[in-house]
């Protein structure tokens, strides 16, 4: 039997109950709040353009076999009224700027191969003015971006101030990554769309349907 003088215990009680419980639960809160924490720095990490690039390369006689790279997550046309910053690190940049051999291999003489694509003035269908300097502009095959980023060395062979990626490896590791993915993506998407002009298939007769409508 509960006597009347216990009841005025139980709101205590169930408070210290109650708090007690929250203090044993806080590492496991931590633990949530920073596995959901790290879980989204990738995706704010791959940009506005939601880590969806476009590829172009970029050639004019100047510059001879050097074809410049650019990896974009945002429209070409976009890009001389886009200001980014120039300290951004390049997996923070929603467009980038590499040169490359003969598009063979990356091509490197300061141990950033790759940087933020800045001084864009003029896009036009087919050409792109940078910094003064205007070159013909062709999008490239993003599974040929992949290879040269796997395989920056090339098969050319070319004398080098530094290797490829020196400076650089785990953030062009980190646009390879992001690129494959991409790719992987969209395979899978072209797999499951139905291909062009095909019909839904017909249920199957036993062919007496047209001589039993052909009956009076």
């Given at each position: ?51 969806s ?6 050639t ?26 120039t ?5 923070d ?27 864009v ?14 070159f ?19 098969t ?5 101030i ?15 990554e992001?690129?494959e ?5 969209k ?30």
């Amino acid at each position: 039997m509960v006597r009347r003088r216990d009841l005025h215990r139980w709101p205590s009680a169930v408070c210290v109950g109650i708090a007690t419980l929250v203090a044993e639960m806080k590492p496991l809160i931590y633990a949530l709040f920073v596995t959901a924490w790290f879980m989204a720095m990738p995706a704010r990490s791959e940009g506005a353009g939601g880590g969806s690039y476009e590829a172009y390369w970029l050639t004019n006689r100047a510059h001879g076999a050097y074809v410049k790279l650019v990896l974009t997550r945002r429209p070409l046309s976009d890009l001389p009224t886009f200001s980014p910053s120039t300290n951004q690190p390049v997996t923070d940049c929603d467009a980038v700027i590499a040169t490359t051999y003969a598009r063979d291999s990356i091509w490197n003489v300061d141990q950033m191969p790759f940087k933020p694509l800045v001084g864009v003035e003029k896009v036009a269908s087919n050409s792109i003015v940078i910094s003064g300097e205007t070159f013909a502009c062709t999008q490239a095959n993003p599974a040929d971006v992949l290879r040269l980023l796997r395989n920056p060395m090339g098969t050319i062979q070319i004398h080098r101030i530094y290797g490829p990626l020196s400076g650089q490896e785990e953030p062009v590791r980190i646009l390879a990554e992001r690129l494959e993915r991409q790719l992987a993506g969209k395979k899978a998407k072209d797999r499951d769309r139905p291909a062009s002009g095909s019909q839904p298939s017909r249920p199957a007769t036993n062919g007496t349907s047209s001589a039993v409508g052909s009956r009076r």
